[in-house]
């Protein structure tokens, strides 16, 4: 334990946990300290975090570093074992970023029923489940933190939320249960069936299925396939987003959709496509369709809303969308766009939610029809309301166009032909040709609804109902959490080789077991 | 002597053993038709171990016996206590237990 | 400079964050960084140009040592092979994003079509930053307005210079964003919002078939180099299929971008931003970006469309087709600035028809020459109405305007005489290239569109001029001269429209034009230079000059009309002279009855409420239908289908549920009256199972 290499990870995990005990042994009535040490942790967390960075070795982002593997419970062979590579690494930096930036913006505006010392507790018990999630390389430590997330996420939208919140609530946490089961029950068939009888995700991964018959490895994926897509969340499993969106606090939209939808996207590049190729070559051009399905059926519904955070909870399924699309190509452009596109949505459609949650507090309304002349009362708010809205309509130079267009361009050769479900290589690859076009036009839809949204909200003039409310601009904390979100989505913009290069190692080892 | 008279003779006792559980008010009488119900199958044990010359059913028997005696014990402790509260020993009137 | 051809556009980009950040502080609110930016852009790119003429001319000429001085400036010009008339470009980058170990490069690129661009693209828009000082003095957001002129800059260099078609991507989708931002720059207005909207949105139609495009050139060729693909698609082992398929989608890109036909609705509505937006934007730069990426992928588009084979082709037809009935459309419009937008459809029809012909220069050149004229025009409709009309652009309001604006005046004519394409304007050149490579390769039918859009837009100007600058004013206001911030682009534009076809005419042994912007590296060795032909010359002009003749004598006759029905409306007697004169026009009859009116009347207007019913009908229903499925889809679907499902399932479980309480009744004979049934149940199947 004396290199910074072998606790960072523990360290990063942890360190919130520590946290959220100190505030739980604070006195409910000292809210400052109980704010202030939850702000430190996750700011000892992004400090970790930072470290993590400088000392990562970006020549070799395949390889799995910062490993800690210890013994945990011999009886099944379930091991503590921690470590990133070129894909985690992108993930558990927005986690860390995304969190402090969250406490930061509550800090003078807790939603009813304030109680800060319980939302901030379980903010951190959120962080440790994320960002253990990412970190884990153990089958059933996988499985533990990435039901770790769900408990306090349940609370936040069913305590914190709006006026439907019990029903929101209950949805998504009995949908993504179910998602769990399944994928727990494939979690042991993997185990059963593999040569060496382990949950250890890199020993499986570098079998490449081997030992698993193609006709279980098929039915193993789908019990993943259903846990992921679940959490992604894939058409047709989405209908609990839209729900949990509308009713859940800001921060809680924001980080549901900033972080947790990554982890059913990260649990497919990390386990289900390199632990089953075979089954995932046969469900590709399935996911194909459902990603694509999903961008423009989220589009339609987006253009149906009048409530602007159910528009901007039903852009997340078009979004990511594309982000699956990518890994169904199950090539290097489309894991490299997927990772990429999992970034750069968590920074937009975080903002995005954050400017919802501001306006929500400052009109009491989410009305879009209600809504109107946002740049006349509150320009600064306006712009980057409009900022977001181009940003997140995939507008080259901003993060989201790099999550978009390498997806949509890696569906002209999806790898893996020959394997596809439908038998032959020509086929398959005009089914993702056609998916292709698809998602193209899908970019259209998106400038159509974001665009639409923001001539009802940003442009005109203020309704009567609120000329003379005073709609205040931009506060000086809402200043200081979106900065850095910001910033990320003109520089990754601009420079998209800061997350290409470290994802590129890392993609390319996936998708190696495909290329033959 | 045929098996069959003993499985009919007990038969005949679990029935009314039964009967007795299903269709009578009072505890006591319950807890009797249990005994009944016991008792056929004591018989049934014993004549099977005869023949079939394996005495490892008349051992049964004896443990089901003990038991059935500590059975009662608890039960009449119950039927007692059904009583103190209830003022009746009518088994119909003790519902609480429901969904 | 060649080398370090992406310091233009950076100038411009952080000029957009100065601006934008520090302009409101600043005594005249931010302008003045934005004209000392496209100043020094302007400088640049001249400096450019001058090097690399001089870096062709040194390579074509082999005294050309004149300018040795400049060339030492750009350092890294390597001596062409002697005697090859190729000149290669000067390209250079840095890596961007990487996929599997392959880096893709960011660059900017240098050749004659680029130096060609950068001129046109910097000087307009230093002479648009210029007239914006007075046109938008004292607006809402005269700050933002000049942020977002710098961004477009910026943007469109960036377009310009991009060394790959990603990159060009990236260009071409900022230049869209401007074009929102400015054409909503008034967002308090519905219909401004709406216009807005509706460019973006059309565009970005058309960005799926440049999305596609591209990606398919990039399996086809391997890269996204302009270079490679180039040559990749003049080399035997090209792939026609992919190409084919490739121009096709590529095509959308420059129907949605250049607002050809059926694309092209975005383009009037677009008049609602600013003047000079329109002039810069909607004119001169960004709607030729789709000309641009023609003329930038030509081998593609040789190749995919067979073009070298003659006849009839994708391109072509689109391109023809768009001339005639933007010029139709802009026989019936009242607003000046919608006859500008026609006329501008109608011209980039010609560009993209000159595409499709095999005349890529009379394509850069005509793009070359318009800019100026158009730009020349738009700005002059811009400075009457901000001096004339009170910010009015509908004609009815204008008139006998040529006395109080001689210089507005006199540079509308020269704009509008080098648009109709008379000897020796700047119009005449490119047209008659254009026309000229037409008839040569073997494509006579549009030729012959060629000459009957030329006509068409020489008459619907000269209607143009009229209703502005002759008979009565008409409006209520008090017109005056403009200042010299507008008028002195004005005369530089006008100077420009009159000289700018020289360097590139024929009969005097001028071909500089295509000397110094021809060398693109890699275009198709089959294209056929044309020769001058003073044939089809004297027979574009006499047509044009017939229908300004014809145009002119129609309009000033109703102006006589109009003179005696004021008359006839007070006297009687006069009246019944005027019907009796109106009788004997039996010529008048004849023209203005059946001809003029009868495609000024029914066929544009049937055109343009086709354009207005069919095509926008389309537009719009496909925007509302979306809209409309959409909700369907939410209510009916979402709602019901797949969550009521979901919900189903838990009510389901829940009365499940509850019926099962009742079997839990708390009485103990029941439950050994179930346990005994069970076991019999139970009992019964076993037995069942083992006779089986």
Same mark, same amino acid.
């Given at each position: ?516 | ?34 005994? +009944? ?5 004591? +018989? ?41 509260? +209830?003022?009746?020993?009518? +088994? ?8 | ?110 050749? #004659? ?57 990236? %260009?071409?989708?900022?230049? %869209? ?18 216009? =807005? ?15 596609? #495009? ?55 509505? =677009? ?263 003073? %044939? ?64 000024? %009347? ?24 979306? =809209? ?25 479980? =829940? ?38």
């Amino acid at each position: 334990m004396d290199s910074f290499k072998d606790w960072a990870l523990t360290a990063a995990v942890f360190v919130p946990l520590v946290g959220m005990a100190l505030v739980m042994i604070i006195p409910k009535a000292e809210e400052t300290a109980i704010k202030v040490t939850a702000l430190l942790t996750s700011l000892v967390t992004l400090a970790i975090g930072i470290g993590i960075l400088a000392d990562f070795d970006y020549d070799n982002t395949a390889k799995m570093q910062f490993q800690v593997d210890k013994e945990w419970i011999p009886l099944i062979n379930a091991r503590y074992h921690l470590g990133i590579d070129g894909i985690s690494l992108p993930l558990l930096i927005l986690t860390m970023v995304i969190v402090p930036l969250c406490i930061i913006y509550s800090w003078n505006h807790f939603p009813e029923p304030h109680n800060p010392k319980a939302f901030l507790a379980l903010i951190l018990l959120l962080e440790v489940g994320m960002i253990g999630t990412f970190v884990a390389l153990d089958l059933v430590l996988f499985f533990i933190f990435f039901e770790v997330v769900l408990l306090p996420m349940f609370f936040m939208i069913g305590v914190w939320g709006g006026p439907n919140r019990e029903y929101a609530s209950i949805k998504f946490f009995l949908f993504t249960l179910f998602g769990s089961a399944l994928m727990l029950v494939a979690f042991l068939g993997i185990y059963f069936l593999s040569k060496q009888q382990t949950f250890d995700i890199s020993t499986l991964s570098a079998l490449e299925g081997s030992g698993i018959a193609r006709g279980t490895q098929v039915l193993l994926f789908a019990g993943l396939f259903l846990g992921f897509a679940i959490k992604v969340p894939m058409f047709p499993f989405h209908t609990w987003l839209p729900d949990a969106h509308t009713e859940a606090p800001t921060v809680g939209s924001v980080l549901l959709a900033a972080v947790l939808l990554k982890l059913g996207t990260y649990g497919f590049v990390r386990i289900a496509l390199p632990i089953l190729p075979q089954g995932a070559e046969v469900w590709a051009p399935w996911i194909g369709l459902l990603s694509v399905i999903g961008i423009i059926y989220g589009a339609l519904c987006c253009l149906a809303q009048r409530d602007m955070k159910r528009l901007i909870a039903f852009s997340s399924v078009a979004h990511m969308g594309f982000v699956m699309l990518g890994i169904a190509t199950l090539t290097d452009f489309g894991i490299n766009a997927a990772v990429f596109g999992m970034v750069a949505h968590g920074l937009i459609t975080g903002m995005l939610f954050f400017v919802a949650g501001s306006m929500q507090h400052r009109y009491h309304t989410r009305e879009m029809s209600r809504l109107g002349g946002l740049l006349v009362s509150a320009p600064k708010m306006g712009w980057i309301l409009g900022f977001c809205a181009m940003a997140s309509l995939g507008l080259p130079g901003l993060a989201g166009f790099w999550g978009e267009f390498p997806a949509v361009l890696s569906a002209f050769e999806p790898s893996a032909l020959a394997n596809g479900i439908m038998g032959n290589t020509e086929s398959t690859l005009w089914t993702f040709r056609t998916y292709m076009v698809i998602a193209a036009i899908g970019t259209v839809l998106a400038a159509g609804y974001l665009l639409w949204m923001y001539q009802r909200v940003g442009m005109g003039e203020p309704k009567p109902e609120f000329e003379d409310a005073h709609i205040h601009d931009v506060h000086v904390d809402e200043w200081i959490a979106w900065t850095p979100l910001l910033i990320g989505i003109v520089v990754f913009g601009l420079f998209p080789n800061l997350i290409f290069s470290i994802t590129d190692g890392a993609a390319s080892s996936i998708t190696r077991a495909f290329s033959g | 002597m045929p098996i069959n008279y003993f499985l009919i003779l007990s038969a005949f006792l679990f029935c009314a053993g039964a009967y007795g559980v299903l269709a009578r008010r009072n505890s006591v009488l319950v807890l009797m038709s249990i005994e +009944l119900m016991l008792n056929a199958v004591n +018989l049934n044990l014993v004549a099977f171990s005869t023949q079939v010359q394996n005495v490892s059913g008349q051992v049964f028997a004896l443990f089901v016996i003990t038991i059935a005696a500590a059975e009662v014990g608890i039960g009449l402790a119950i039927v007692l206590l059904i009583y103190r509260n +209830l003022r009746s020993p009518d +088994l119909d009137r003790v519902e609480q237990l429901k969904g | 400079m060649l080398d370090n051809v992406w310091i233009i556009p950076l100038i411009m980009a952080v000029s957009y964050l100065l601006i934008l950040f520090f302009g409101r502080r600043l005594p005249k609110k931010g302008a003045e960084i934005g004209i000392v930016a496209i100043g020094a852009s302007f400088i640049l790119a001249c400096i450019t140009a001058v090097q690399w003429i001089d870096k062709v001319e040194g390579a074509v000429g082999k005294e050309g040592g004149g300018h040795s001085g400049l060339a030492a400036l750009g350092h890294s010009v390597v001596a062409a092979a002697t005697g090859a008339p190729e000149i290669e470009p000067v390209v250079n980058g840095f890596t961007w994003w990487q996929n599997n170990r392959v880096e893709f490069v960011v660059g900017s690129r240098v050749d #004659g079509l680029v130096v060609m661009m950068l001129f046109v693209v910097t000087l307009i828009s230093l002479l648009v930053h210029v007239y914006s000082t007075a046109y938008m003095h004292e607006d809402r957001r005269f700050t933002h307005y000049y942020a977002a002129l710098s961004l477009f800059s910026a943007s469109m260099l960036l377009l310009v210079i991009s060394a790959n078609l990603l990159q060009l991507l990236v %260009g071409w989708e900022l230049v %869209g964003l401007c074009s929102f931002m400015l054409i909503g720059h008034w967002w308090e207005e519905k219909p401004n919002s709406d216009a =807005a909207l509706k460019a973006f949105l059309t565009t970005r139609t058309g960005d799926v078939g440049l999305m596609c #495009g591209v990606i398919i050139v990039f399996f086809a060729a391997n890269s996204f180099d302009i270079s490679v693909i180039n040559e990749y698609a003049l080399s035997p082992e090209a792939n026609h299929g992919l190409l084919q398929w490739a121009s096709i989608a590529l095509m959308f890109a420059i129907m949605g971008k250049s607002g050809q036909f059926f694309l092209h609705t975005w383009l009037p509505d =677009a008049m609602a931003g600013p003047t000079p937006v329109s002039a810069l934007i909607h004119a001169a730069t960004m709607v030729v970006a789709g000309v641009y990426l023609g003329l930038r992928l030509y081998p593609v588009f040789w190749e995919g469309f067979s073009i070298h084979a003659g006849g009839m082709n994708m391109m072509a037809i689109i391109g023809g087709v768009t001339i005639l009935i933007g010029a139709a459309l802009a026989f019936v419009q009242n607003d000046i600035k919608k006859v500008l937008a026609y006329s501008t459809i109608s011209q980039l029809g010609y560009m993209v028809m000159a595409l499709g012909v095999g005349a890529w220069l009379g394509a850069a050149f005509h793009l070359f020459t318009h800019a100026f004229f158009k730009a020349c025009l738009f700005l002059g409709a811009g400075s009457i109405s901000h001096s004339a009309t009170h910010h009015s652009f509908d004609m009815r309001e204008m008139g006998g305007l040529r006395k109080p604006m001689p210089i507005t005046f006199w540079t509308f004519l020269i704009g509008t005489v080098a648009l109709a394409g008379i000897f020796p304007f700047a119009g005449f050149w490119s047209k008659d290239e254009i026309l000229a490579t037409a008839d040569q390769g073997d494509f006579q039918v549009f030729m012959i569109v060629g000459l009957v859009g030329a006509a068409m837009t020489a008459a619907y100007m000269t209607r143009c001029v009229y209703l502005t600058f002759f008979g009565k004013y008409r409006g209520h206001h008090h017109p005056h001269e403009s200042t010299p911030a507008i008028t002195v682009p004005l005369v530089v534009l006008a100077v420009l429209s009159l000289v700018a076809g020289l360097i590139q005419s024929a009969p005097f042994e001028i071909k500089k034009f295509q000397e110094w912007f021809e060398q693109v590296g890699g275009l198709p060795e089959e294209m056929i230079v044309p020769k001058f032909d003073y %044939g089809l010359a004297a027979i574009s002009v006499s047509l044009a000059t017939l229908a300004i003749g014809f145009a002119a004598f129609f309009f000033f006759r109703r102006e006589e009309r109009g003179a005696l029905k004021g008359l006839t409306e007070r006297n009687k007697l006069a009246h019944a002279g005027y019907r009796f004169l109106e009788k004997k026009y039996y010529l008048d009859d004849l023209y203005e009855g059946v001809i003029v009116s009868s495609v000024k %009347g029914p066929i544009a207007r049937a055109s343009y409420w086709f354009n207005m019913h069919v095509i926008d009908g389309v537009v719009n229903g496909v925007g509302r239908g979306a =809209a409309r499925l959409g909700r369907w889809t939410y209510d009916v679907f979402d709602q019901d289908l797949v969550d009521g499902a979901v919900n189903d399932i838990g009510r389901e479980t =829940a009365m499940a549920g509850g019926g099962m309480t009742k079997l839990q009744s708390g009485r103990l004979q029941r439950y050994a009256l179930l346990l005994l049934a069970s076991v019999g149940i139970i009992g019964l199947a076993v037995y069942i199972v083992n006779i089986a």
